[in-house]
């Protein structure tokens, strides 16, 4: 139709006021939400400061393989509870704001927003460990499997002793709770490094990888609890 | 639509907060009554889905509150409620139409219908954090119909607004009930008796009065402060 017939029949007849209009719309049945919509629905409100934190990490461990820092590894090692951190506080949001009991009486349930912000948060994580991994094997010639095994290992130890505290009455009650244990195990990992105690060195690097598969599996066992009982602590 | 409370109990190891409530819920308003402690909010709860019953069961059309059909046709106001501190006015409405499953062009067109019905469309940018308890309740109001549910269940809704408000607020929940079964709690009489056809009253986690409620059978405030002196 063309334009200018369009706007003369819209300027002599006016349009009918529109009847039964709400009736209409509760009639209509909710349409299927795929899970990719929600996690796109919930990508747009996670907080800029738990992507961009994650992606912080990348520049130091670029420029620290690139000057030769010797001691870049353990310094990427102690990076990585935070993320960790990171990622338990943006889960943790809807107890820290209390907006659990508006969240849970909507279509996707609380559970459903935590899994999304865990899984989220968690393949951001992942995400950045591994491209960090991959340029520090490639530049001290390491197995990229063992040098991955070796940043993860704080990261899970984090993010499983995180998700577990968060658990407790006291850690709902105090959200830095997750911050104080990466806190902890990046000190750990920066004192190790000072007193020279040769963790590597003692440890094989199968006994490492297996470490962290089995650390893996602990954290995702630990999620699944956390997804859970996430309506239960409401 | 039918909306069924079937015995249902929630029992907190020693004590009994509700007490085998069945009624059954049509559209219009039915207000709740009841001093605090008396059970309403438990008993809102668990028609929001948010806590399960010990016993007993709810269901709307025979859809269980534990289904997504359930929920995607529910809107809750809780008597509390928190917001993330960099939330706007609009952040907000937009938020929970997300996660209502709303598609984004419908939410922001029903956002801005209802910031304009809440009066709230001159500060629908301002964080929610400089709003008065008043304001925050509108917005609370808003985000609780924006999915134009058919089961709409207000815990104390009328809790920090003034006067006025309170009538403006009355008008709109009589107006949403024409096509929605809407459960609205309080005890405060006054802010029910215009516009509720069914009355509710809880005391000690139990239903002591079912029914509608008309001038002749005497003055509603009169009996309600009867009930509860």
Known sequence: MKDNLKTNISKAFAAPAPQKKQEFLQKMRPAKIHTFDILRTQASYVRAVSWILPMMMLPVVFIGAHQNWENVIHLTEAITPFLAA????????????????????????????????????????????????????????????????????????????????????????????????????????????????????????????????????????????????????? | MNLQVDRVTKQYKNKIAVDRVSFELTEGVTGLLGANGAGKTTLMRMMAGILNPTSGDISADGIPVTSEEYRAMLGYLPQDFGYYPEFSARDFIMYFAALKGMDKRHAREKTEELLQLVGLSDVADKKIKTFSGGIKQR??????????????????????????????????????????????????????EHIAGNVLMMRDGRMIYEGSWNESKGDLEEFYMKEFA
């Open chain 1, 86 to 234: 990171i990622g338990i506080m943006e889960t943790w949001r809807s107890y820290t704001y209390r907006m659990t009991e508006l969240e849970q009486a909507t279509r996707f349930s609380l559970r459903t927003v935590v899994y999304a912000r865990m899984l989220l948060t968690g393949c951001a994580g992942f995400a950045m460990i591994l491209l960090s991994s991959a340029i520090l094997a490639n530049h001290f010639r390491i197995s990229f499997l063992l040098m991955t095994a070796r940043i993860v290992i704080p990261y899970l130890l984090t993010m499983s002793l995180g998700l577990q505290i968060e658990r407790t009455t006291f850690g709902r009650n105090n959200p830095f709770c997750s911050v104080a244990i990466a806190v902890i195990i990046a000190a750990l990992v920066i004192w190790a490094e000072a007193a020279s105690i040769p963790f590597e060195a003692a440890l094989s690097g199968e006994f490492v990888i297996a470490l962290a598969v089995g650390l893996l599996a602990f954290t995702t066992w630990e999620a699944i609890k956390t997804i859970q009982y996430t309506e239960t602590y409401a």
């Open chain 2, 139 to 192: 917005i609370g109001i808003a985000q609780a119909i924006v999915n134009d549910p058919k089961i709409l269940i207000l815990d104390e809704p009328t809790s920090g607004l003034d006067p006025k408000e309170r009538v403006r607020f009355r008008n709109l929940i009589a107006g949403i009930a024409q096509e929605t079964i809407v459960l609205f709690s309080t005890h405060i009489v006054s802010d029910i």
